[in-house]
């Protein structure tokens, strides 16, 4: 993850408390802001680091993200109502692994379910989507609060006029009266039931895409997983993390007090000393390794290193295949020392 400094280009203002923002990428950089859909920035705020996902498509050539402010949230509230165009902003190149695997020549059906800020990966995914698969089916189930709560509905009516045959949004709102009930209240296991049983075929689905509140993203995966779609083929991402990132660590009464860590990054091997204590990445960051992060609780990719050399134990995540664990991959930041030795590599990854 590499850090440069952009002009912003553009403001949007979405609704009364969301911005999309662009940014004018130099051309020099194009190549190393490259994007999947659904793939995250991160903005460095005088050390405060946050997430925001891209909401374009890599065809677009355009760099955007969607905010929208939250409670005791500094940096979104200063990115809604102080941030203005011509500033520079500090800003990581493109992250992370949700989405879903392109498939222009086969004909299938896709299902995403949002809530909120939820909206902005998966728009970046559908608009992809719609212009490289002709044959392809795409439900969209959108739950705000009002009408007036929906992020980028412009955008959302723009891709239904333009893909008639593709693209199926359907929008839910949980303070706001509407003739069909149906579309009123949230987005759980009820509601999936009742849109299973009248807007789609459960038997048609092959992938399906679930982003918003935990609660949220917890409860509709478990539906679609129970409905019979392979978990392999249900996508989440989560925004939050629910509980302090160090009760997600494993409890390891066996480790090492210090462990001597050889870590190699962009292309230059250093030594640290990991403290039990600490995460591994606060370990690195004490010794003076810029190692990419961002969440620092399992829920993001930034992290993500090759174990070269010893062992750890890996708490709770949300992003690492069994295919990622076996290829030696682990997330820095949810890692235990089991040996007193190791060495990890964030080139090859």
Sequence with gaps: ????????????????NSVEITFDIPEELIPAYHFKSGQYITLDMDGARRDYSLCTSPLDKKWSIGIKAVSNGFVSHFLNSELKEGDFLRVSTPNGRFGIPSKPNEKRTLLAFAAGSGITPILSI???????????NFYLFYSNKTPKDVMFLEEIEKLRDEYPKNFFPHLF????????????????????????????????????????????IQ????????????????????????SNPLDILPEELDSPDEVQVM???????????????????????????????????????????????????????FILTDSDIEEGMILACISRPKTDKIKINFDDV
């Design 173 to 216: 709102y949980t303070q706001h009266k509407l003739e069909d009930w149906l579309f009123e209240g949230r987005l759980n296991a009820h509601k999936f039931e009742l849109i299973l049983n009248q807007l789609v075929d459960i038997n048609e689905v092959d992938e399906a895409m679930v982003c918003g509140p935990n609660e949220m």
């Design 219 to 242: 409860e509709i995966s478990n539906e679609i997983l129970k409905a019979g779609i392979p978990k392999k083929h249900i996508h989440f991402e989560l925004f939050t993390i629910d």
């Design 126 to 136: 559908i608009r992809y989507t719609l212009q490289t698969e002709e044959w392809v």
């Design 1 to 16: 993850m590499d850090f440069h400094k952009l002009q912003v280009k553009t403001i949007k203002k979405l609704t009364t």
């Design 263 to 317: 870590v190699e990054l962009d292309g230059e091997v250093s030594e640290a000393i990991w403290n039990r204590e600490k995460n591994l990445i606060d370990s690195l960051l004490d010794a003076g390794i810029d190692a990419p992060y961002s969440c620092k609780g399992g829920i993001c990719s930034s992290c993500m290193c090759k174990l070269e050399e010893g062992e750890v134990v890996l708490g709770e995540n």
